[in-house]
């Protein structure tokens, strides 16, 4: 996304009967019932919306703590990905969104994908997603398991070294398990590659 974006925000319900708790002269942490925030860009095109239950807003370090989000990221009119955590904190003028704990990112297809992990970081002005820890992709087709992955803009997701996947078979049972370094798997041609660091070793898999 363009760095030259400028985020305007759009908070509904955003306080429900709570009052502020004051810490110190200056910093007061502002209790929110329930959160309903949309960014847009500068152009007016939606970004990202953010729903908690529970949630905070230190006006000094001018960030959000929230609990138990849910994350609609949008591409146009149509919402990309789902996601959610046990909590996350958004920052940086609302252009660094960071979850963790059971974080859940999930496709809209029809047959869905999804990501399970501990961490999620995104910096909005940069189209990558990082992911960390325990990572596990499904779909009807492969699980594949590592420690570190990145989704582009692209749909095409880096899964670093280790990494492990398991083929499913028609009737949605593992079929066989393979141990490999760096894979890519691309969201849309539901399609795997995976290659040694020599970049002598490439194969692809398509379902």
Not at 67 to 72: A, G, H
Not at 180 to 195: D, R
């Amino acid at each position: 996304m363009s760095k030259n974006y400028r985020l305007i925000i759009f908070l509904t319900l955003f306080i429900l009967g709570c009052a502020p708790s004051v810490i110190d002269e200056n910093k007061v942490i502002q209790k929110i019932d329930s959160l309903d925030m949309t960014i847009f860009s500068k152009s007016g095109d939606k970004i990202y919306s953010i729903t908690s239950p529970n949630s905070s807003y230190d006006n000094i370090e001018l960030k959000f703590e929230l609990k138990k989000p849910i994350i609609n990221i949008i591409n146009g009119k149509e919402t990309k990905y789902i996601i959610s955590s046990d909590e996350s904190t958004l920052s940086d003028n609302n252009k660094l969104l960071k979850l963790k704990g059971n974080v859940k990112l999930k496709t809209l297809k029809k047959n869905e994908d999804v990501i399970n992990a501990d961490n999620f970081i995104w910096n909005i002005e940069n189209t990558n997603y990082l992911l960390e820890g325990n990572i596990r992709f499904e779909n009807q087709n492969i699980i594949l398991n590592s420690g570190k992955a990145i989704l582009g803009s692209d749909n095409i997701i880096e899964f670093f070294n280790p990494v492990k996947y398991i083929i499913k078979d028609e009737k949605n049972e593992n079929k066989y398990e393979i141990n490999s370094e760096n894979a890519f798997y691309n969201l849309n041609t539901e399609s795997v590659s995976f290659e040694a660091k020599e970049k002598r070793v490439k194969s692809i898999i398509y379902f």
